[in-house]
């Protein structure tokens, strides 16, 4: 059995790896590019140098990732067009989310900076509105025109964040903010997907005979047979997902060709597959879909000219609606309060933190070190662009756009070329993906009866694919698996050679302690709108709090750059090669220079062989 290393060894070991790199595990702020320069560096850096090459790389992987990216968006955003509905009172539904989605989408893939991010519906967003639409009423002013004010202020603050520069501030996040947010994303993705504890999506809630879908059914359904086949279904598509994405490394069928095709197409096959047999082979057996309206026009009917009522709600005895809202709010219909524009500024400060956390977070997760893009960041420009574009759809009655996780993490990997243990050697930075997926999206609300056709439960199989895919790559979750493994077997990462095991843990303890604080408040529905708030708490703890618990080269081994981390590498290699080096040399010289009483004793029994010879 080993002895402990005495506290003097220990100690001068520590001293050592903290000055292998200078200002190892500390965090620092870029200086300011104000005064608009930020913004004019971000469009001539990305823009401007790359927008050819990102719009002229069409090949089989775009195809892929378009169709991919199109299955990914098109059911969040009518889940979230329906919620809206039932939220603001029918001012805003799927089709309004599903027009602010494609519009900002297609703008977003031929301007934006970042064309890898996707634009889309958030919670935080959803709960947001509500606040608005709450608002208005304890003012006595229409909802849609507190909330456009309001889109104004919000779009000035972006700009004038933008043009100072504060999105550098984003980029104090580090690795552990960064995977608590990605893990957080991965839990949702996998809770709506299996069963959500908080709400009634997912597979296995199919099941309970409470179920929504349930309802309103003829006397013959069977909610049983429609929750099996649910279940079987959803994992139907994520195990044929993984199996013809296998085929990739595999030496099954005659060429490349063919194995690369069925991992790039592996998610349509796979939907393509499981609603064939939904619809032609199991027909009888009734299963949720896409709730989508029969036409495109704005969501509020009208009940009068004046479009003050909605109808059937306001006017239950009349046969039809009168029509519908027009596309263009009116700003100057606050019933006579002239305060209402100024009194907006107060909740737009409130929901461009909200923005800015979102949209931050989510651009800086994505362009991590590890995900190997090569076509830089745009902070700036973006978040100007963002600002606008939810200024027009507040003018538009359409719902309010950020950079979204989970699709962004889905179009990452998408045009991603890994490893086979999953780490990106390259990515394909292309704006053809984003554009032609939202264009698909557009002419789809010409077609919305056709997309009924797709079962939901499908979809969550999806869904729960993307969200098992992501987990291998985010160190939090590989970090959390050591609890449960043998020490000997721990994989040969980085600080699993050099850290000791129990201050991996108590890192990983901390990192499980603030995420299960965002993800508490993210499901409490009173205190959700705050839960970005909770997530950037992790931006100020890991400057202040975590230095003084762990050293600074720990804190680089497990949360820093990959380029910082091999430096440490190198030099630490070489400063243990130094003292073997030395050792070699000094039994070495003395091998050849032997002990005056070892050339002695040779000569004396040189001598007696010599006699003993003659």
């Keep these: 059995m080993c002895n402990p ?32 320069r930020g913004i004019l560096s971000d469009i001539k850096t990305t823009v401007g140098t790359h927008w050819r090459s990102e719009m002229t790389n069409l090949n089989q992987k775009t195809i892929a990732v378009t169709l991919l990216l199109f299955i990914s968006v098109i059911a969040p955003t009518l889940t979230f067009g329906a919620v809206y509905g039932n939220v603001t009172g029918g001012n805003m539904g799927a089709v309004e989310t599903l027009l602010g989605t494609s519009w900002v989408g297609v703008t977003y893939a031929l301007l934006g900076g970042m064309p890898t991010c996707i634009m889309g519906s958030t919670g935080p967003l959803l709960a947001f509105t509500v606040v608005i639409f709450n608002f208005a009423e304890q003012m006595d002013v229409p909802f849609l025109t507190l909330n456009a004010w309001v889109s104004v202020w919000l779009g000035i603050y972006a700009c004038t964040a933008a043009f100072f520069d ?23 993705f996998v809770m709506d997907a299996l069963g959500d504890p908080f709400s009634d999506v997912g597979i296995l809630r199919y099941m309970d005979p409470n179920h929504p879908s349930h309802e309103d059914q003829p006397d013959d359904y069977n909610y049983l047979a429609t929750g099996l086949l649910s279940i079987i279904l959803g994992l139907g598509t994520t195990v044929l997902t993984f199996f013809f994405r296998s085929f990739r490394y595999s030496s ?24 064939f047999f939904a619809i032609v082979v199991f027909n009888e057996i009734e299963l949720e879909s896409l709730s989508v309206p029969d036409t495109f026009e704005p969501t509020y009917a009208c009940c009068t000219e004046s479009c003050t009522t909605f109808w059937p709600d306001d006017c239950e005895d009349q046969a039809e609606a009168f029509g519908t809202r027009s596309w263009i709010v009116d700003y100057g219909d606050i019933n006579g309060k002239a305060w209402v524009p100024f009194a907006a500024a107060g909740p737009a400060a409130l929901a461009f933190v ?37 200024l027009v759809n507040g003018m538009m009655g359409l719902p309010w756009l950020v950079a979204t996780t989970v699709p962004c993490i889905i179009h990452l990997n998408g045009l991603a070329t890994k490893t086979r243990t999953g780490s990106i050697i390259s990515v394909q930075e292309t704006r053809l993906t984003a554009l032609f997926a939202h264009v698909l999206m557009a002419l789809s609300l010409l077609v919305l009866p056709v997309l009924r056709l797709l079962p939901l439960p499908v979809l969550y199989g999806v869904f729960l694919f993307m969200g098992l895919s992501s987990l291998p790559n985010i160190q939090f979750w ?22 000791e095991k129990k201050r991996i ?19 409490i529905p009173p205190i959700a709108i705050v839960f970005p708030l909770m997530t950037l708490a992790c931006i100020p703890a890991r400057m202040f709090l975590f230095p003084k618990i762990f050293t600074g080269w720990e804190l680089l081994l497990l949360d820093g750059d990959d380029d910082m981390i091999a430096e440490w590498v190198e030099k630490k290699e070489r400063a243990l090669d130094q003292p073997l080096l030395a050792n070699i040399n000094m039994s070495s010289s003395k091998e050849a220079a032997p002990e005056p009483d070892d050339v002695e ?8 062989e010599e006699e003993m010879s003659s």
Excluded at 5 to 34: C, F, Y
Excluded at 360 to 371: A, C, E, K
Excluded at 375 to 382: A, E, F, I, V
Aim: charged letters at 15%.
């Design 5 to 36: 290393d005495p506290p003097e060894k220990s100690m001068r070991i520590e001293t050592e790896n903290s000055k292998l790199v200078a200002d190892a595990g500390k965090i620092h702020l870029d200086a300011a590019q104000g005064m608009g």
């Design 166 to 188: 504060l999105t550098r501030l984003v980029k104090l996040a580090t690795r552990f903010t960064d995977e608590v947010f990605a893990f957080l994303i991965v839990t949702i």
């Design 252 to 275: 099954y069928f005659c060429s490349d060709f063919i194995r690369e095709s069925l991992y790039d197409f592996a998610v349509t096959l796979a939907v393509i597959t499981c609603t």
């Design 354 to 390: 909200l923005i800015f956390l979102d949209n931050g977070i989510t651009w800086h997760l994505i362009n991590h070190p590890s995900s190997n893009l090569q076509h830089g960041d745009s902070y700036n420009w973006d978040l100007c662009l963002s600002g606008l574009f939810n």
């Design 478 to 499: 590989n970090r959390v698996l050591l609890f449960f493994q043998q020490p000997s077997k721990y994989p040969k990462t980085v600080f699993a050679q050099y850290m």
């Design 505 to 523: 843990h108590m890192y990983t303890g901390l990192q499980i302690l603030f995420f299960s604080g965002v993800f508490v408040v993210q499901n």
């Design 601 to 608: 004793a040779f000569e004396v029994e040189a001598f007696d």
